[in-house]
């Protein structure tokens, strides 16, 4: 029994390395995929800043710049990291990106549904604190999106359903929001959050007033990422053909941000807790105006996902305990996608393999010593938990 015990320890301390974040030391605490304050600064080879945000960076992440450069993160100690450029992108948008077609004028305008992960969240020029449990002014932010786009004939369903405490479990209740928002079938859903990072980079002016720059956040952990990622290439292209230096720029970073319920759900940080209100309302007022741009005026989805092929979900509520769904295609649930189960699946097996290939000697011993442990060891542990139930 003592080669199990042994094993045992083994497999807790290479799971307790998987469970630590890479940005952990020097940071404050973190909540889900974000800081609760401060922000992490990211910058290249020769020391100049790529990226600076208020989400987790870790290795692996991408950044693609305003000027559409590629960047990937390779080392992250504490708040700081470091990236490599990788290659300049066309600043086109992707041959396969989704966009809608010319409109039809028989057929509705499209249908666009907005939340907010984190409803705390607001900026301090006017509310004199970052957030505001239970009544952040992205929530205010994001009505000024709902009338433009309503101005210009979208059919919009804003949820101010509140998601509090801004916790790691915030994502997991919005998940359940963003599920209903979908049982519409909306043409695009967006997460509207607030960034946390220096003022002067989300700070710039385009006609003549000041306005808070845009980030989009798409998820390395889903499904849909190459499809979430050409979309949002194309809306970067198109805001940036009409407003130019509006989105800084494209962060793709470790996490799912329930993107995989939909192709066409994209996070976007509205400026930080420095600039005003009225700065992210306008930003946001312009970004409606890019909409048709990427969306289409009217008439049908064309491309890659047509609306009805967006991702189907389960909603479990009283009326459909069982979460049942005609849907034969991928269908989302309210648990994200199983990837830390299998890397920690993959990190037992490699534990028990490394354990007893180290304390045989031989691989040919390791599989004489598993062979015991589950026709004797194993056998009688489970032996032992039989009698002590009966």
Not at 127 to 151: H, R
Not at 230 to 247: E, F, M, N, P, V
Not at 292 to 306: D, K, M, N, Q, Y
Request: aromatic share 8%.
């Amino acid at each position: 029994m003592h080669y199990l015990v042994k094993l045992l320890l083994i497999i807790v301390v290479l799971l307790s390395y998987t469970g630590l974040p890479a940005i952990a030391a020097g940071a404050e605490t973190l909540t889900g995929n974000e800081l609760v304050s401060g922000y992490v600064t990211v910058i290249d080879d020769r020391g100049f800043i790529v990226l600076q945000t208020g989400h987790e960076v870790h290795l692996g992440d991408e950044y693609i710049s305003e000027d559409n450069i590629l960047y990937e993160v390779t080392a992250v100690e504490g708040t700081l990291a470091r990236c490599r450029s990788v290659e300049k992108l066309s600043s086109q948008a992707p041959d396969n990106a989704i966009f809608v077609q010319a409109p039809v004028p028989e057929v509705p305008k499209p249908k666009i549904a907005i939340y907010h992960s984190h409803t705390d969240e607001s900026y301090i020029p006017n509310d004199g604190t970052p957030t505001q449990p239970g009544k952040g002014s992205i929530m205010v932010v994001g009505d000024a999106f709902e009338k433009k786009l309503t101005e210009l004939g979208y059919q919009v369903e804003h949820s101010k359903t509140l998601h509090d405490p801004h916790d790691a479990n915030a994502y997991h209740r919005s998940r359940r929001t963003a599920m209903k928002l979908l049982q519409h079938q909306p043409d695009a859903i967006f997460d509207v959050h607030r960034d946390s990072a220096p003022l002067r980079v989300y700070s710039t002016t385009i006609n003549g007033e000041n306005v808070s720059k845009l980030l989009l956040v798409v998820g390395r952990q889903n499904q849909n990422r190459k499809t979430t990622l050409d979309y949002a290439r194309s809306i970067k292209a198109a805001t940036d053909a009409k407003y130019r230096g509006l989105i800084r720029g494209i962060f793709i970073a470790h996490g799912n941000y329930n993107q995989d319920l939909s192709p066409r759900a994209l996070l976007i940080e509205v400026g930080t807790q420095y600039n005003s209100r009225e700065a992210a309302e306008r930003s946001l007022s312009l970004f409606a105006d890019v909409v048709p741009s990427f969306l289409g005026p009217g008439g049908t989805s064309g491309g890659v996902a047509e609306a009805s092929q967006a991702g189907t979900y389960t909603e479990i509520n009283d009326n459909n305990p069982s979460g049942n769904t005609a849907a034969a295609s991928y269908v989302p649930t309210d648990a994200a996608p199983g990837y830390d189960i299998l890397g920690m699946a993959l990190v037992v097996v490699g534990g028990i393999v490394i354990f007893l290939f180290l304390s045989t000697g031989s691989w040919q011993e390791a599989k004489k010593k598993l062979k015991h442990f589950f026709k004797y060891e194993f056998a009688n542990f489970l032996g032992s938990r039989k009698k002590r139930k009966e």
